[in-house]
């Protein structure tokens, strides 16, 4: 099984400002890598998938990199709908899928 | 417009057996394949099983095996989720999901709106 481990599990950031989520596999898992943001209360919404492309309607602030190893996504400018948690998904080697534990960002 | 809508939150007893449903809409249940993914109060995301479009079959996790069961109604468009022997540690949100991707390389796209499902004596 893959093991996916994120960092920080909080990270504090002012609107406005950069922010930077790592995201790390146990083994390669190529550029099988999907982001998903999750509200209080809501279903978790896809972000980001095959590392670096964008789902329909998520907007360009958003990015995300990496390969084999290690992923990060980068949000350039946090807006107020931005502070969530954000979990990273491997789909290389299933089953099973797995999932990071999450970062919550919220607000410094 | 495509909709996952889940069935309503529901209360069992220890060692009871529960079945949550997810009817689709705007598409058909045959273009798609489900899965099901949980989540326990403040925890992260477990992926639970579902259809695997490209060996055509559905796949189960090892933990869930035995006592999760995955079917579908193509005459309605719903998918079902079936867990067995619950026990405290089955209390959880349960969302059903769509796959998308290739070569045996799935994401998940879509999410239903999630069923709480506590156990409780």
């Known amino acids: 099984e893959v093991v996916m481990t994120q960092s920080p599990a909080t990270l504090s950031v002012s609107p406005g400002e950069r922010a930077t989520l790592s995201c790390r596999a146990s083994q390669s898992v190529g550029t099988n890598l999907a982001w998903y943001q999750q509200k209080p209360g809501q279903a978790p919404r896809l972000l980001i998938y095959d590392t670096s492309a964008r789902a329909t309607g998520v907007p360009a602030r958003f990015s995300g990199s990496g390969s084999g190893t290690d992923f990060t996504l980068t949000i350039s400018s946090l807006q107020s709908e931005d502070f969530a948690v954000y979990y990273c998904?491997?789909?290389?080697?299933?089953?099973?899928?797995?999932f990071g534990p999450g970062t919550k960002v919220d607000v410094k | 417009q495509f909709h996952l809508v889940q069935s309503g939150a529901e209360v069992k007893k220890p060692g009871a057996s529960v079945k949550v449903s997810c009817k689709i809409s705007?598409?058909?249940?045959?273009?798609?394949?489900i899965h099901w993914v949980r989540q326990a109060p403040g925890k992260g995301l477990e992926w639970m099983g579902g259809?695997?479009?490209?060996?055509?079959?559905?796949i189960y996790a090892q933990k869930f095996r035995g006592r999760v069961t995955m079917t579908e109604d193509t005459s309605t468009d719903t998918a079902y989720m079936e867990l067995s022997s619950l026990r405290s540690e089955d209390t959880a949100v349960y969302y059903c999901?769509?796959?998308?991707?290739?070569?045996?390389?799935?994401?998940?796209?879509?999410w239903g709106q999630g069923t709480l499902v506590t156990i409780s004596s």
């Open positions: 705007g598409y058909t249940l045959t273009q798609l394949s």
């Open positions: 998904h491997q789909y290389t080697n299933w089953p099973p899928f797995t």
């Open positions: 259809f695997d479009p490209e060996d055509d079959e559905t």
């Open positions: 999901a769509t796959i998308e991707g290739s070569s045996g390389w799935y994401y998940f796209d879509y």
